[in-house]
């Protein structure tokens, strides 16, 4: 609104064109990371529901310009220079235990380190993959993948069904690949928006057998689980 339609699309036009490494003043307003990486869901549940959606060209646009409009330069050579550049530290070992919770950052603070971006005294590793390795140690590391994907799978499958299973097995995609990327682990926009969209599948379907349930209940009939309600 502040520098019009055109300015704005010769600033996207060059933040794409040059992957980010020229960002104008209106792309730099946008570029909060949380808010950005947010709108990636979106289109993944626009793909898999074309024919469901209303108007899915319009939305598939929009979430696709403000989450480009994020995506940093990193995005891809991060994955191998984040690994890289740390390679002499450490190893990928079945006997490493971890550090705890917070490792990184405190070897930072033990340093000395301090950011020169206003009101942030420490930097963070920009790859969770990584962090949560250094902090829970290998066991832990398996533990958390595990229930972070098997476990949820299982869920989503079971009570969605296959529409919301394949949805969200696409965040999951999406989510490691900002994780190897970035620390969105601690990004509540972007976690919020992954478990919001998988549940748009099936959540009137459910929420009205819950409500036949329910209603036979109150009436007193025989209360009956919502899969025989059907």
Same mark, same amino acid.
């Given at each position: 609104?502040?520098?019009? %339609?055109?300015?704005?699309? @010769?600033?996207? $036009?060059?933040?794409?064109?040059?992957?980010? @490494?020229?960002?104008?003043?209106?792309?730099?307003?946008?570029?909060?990371?949380?808010?950005?990486?947010? #709108?990636?869901?979106?289109?993944?549940?626009?793909?898999?529901?074309? @024919?469901? &959606?209303?108007? /899915?060209? %319009?939305?598939?646009?929009?979430?696709?310009? #403000?989450?480009?409009?994020? %995506?940093?330069?990193?995005?891809?050579?991060?994955?191998? %220079?984040? =690994?890289? *550049?740390?390679?002499?530290?450490?190893?990928?070992?079945?006997?490493?235990?971890?550090?705890?919770?917070?490792?990184?950052?405190?070897?930072?603070? #033990?340093?000395?380190?301090? +950011? +020169?971006?206003?009101?942030?005294?420490?930097?963070?590793?920009? *790859?969770?993959?990584?962090?949560?390795?250094? *902090?829970?140690?290998?066991?832990?590391?398996?533990?958390?993948?595990?229930?972070?994907?098997?476990?949820?799978?299982?869920?989503?499958?079971?009570?969605?069904?296959?529409?919301?299973?394949?949805?969200?097995?696409?965040? $999951?995609?999406?989510? =490691?690949?900002?994780?190897?990327?970035? *620390?969105?682990?601690?990004?509540?926009?972007?976690?919020?928006?992954?478990?919001?969209?998988?549940?748009?599948?099936?959540?009137?379907?459910?929420?009205?057998?819950?409500?036949?349930?329910?209603?036979?209940?109150?009436?007193?009939?025989?209360?009956? &689980? /919502?899969?025989?309600?059907?």
């Amino acid at each position: 609104m502040k520098g019009g %339609l055109g300015a704005f699309l @010769k600033e996207f $036009c060059t933040l794409l064109i040059t992957f980010s @490494k020229e960002t104008g003043p209106l792309m730099e307003r946008l570029e909060t990371h949380d808010l950005t990486f947010a #709108f990636g869901p979106s289109p993944i549940y626009l793909l898999l529901h074309w @024919k469901k &959606s209303p108007h /899915p060209g %319009l939305w598939l646009g929009l979430s696709a310009i #403000f989450f480009l409009i994020g %995506l940093k330069r990193i995005a891809i050579p991060a994955v191998a %220079l984040l =690994f890289g *550049n740390v390679t002499p530290y450490y190893e990928i070992s079945f006997t490493y235990m971890g550090r705890g919770t917070g490792f990184e950052r405190f070897v930072e603070w #033990f340093t000395g380190v301090e +950011s +020169s971006v206003p009101l942030r005294t420490q930097t963070q590793i920009h *790859n969770d993959f990584l962090r949560m390795y250094l *902090n829970i140690g290998l066991i832990g590391y398996w533990v958390w993948l595990w229930s972070w994907l098997m476990v949820r799978l299982r869920y989503w499958f079971r009570q969605g069904g296959k529409d919301a299973g394949c949805l969200f097995l696409g965040v $999951c995609v999406y989510c =490691f690949v900002l994780y190897a990327t970035d *620390n969105a682990i601690y990004y509540p926009y972007t976690m919020l928006a992954c478990s919001l969209v998988p549940m748009t599948c099936r959540l009137d379907a459910l929420a009205e057998e819950t409500l036949e349930t329910y209603c036979v209940h109150w009436s007193g009939g025989e209360e009956v &689980s /919502p899969s025989e309600s059907k």
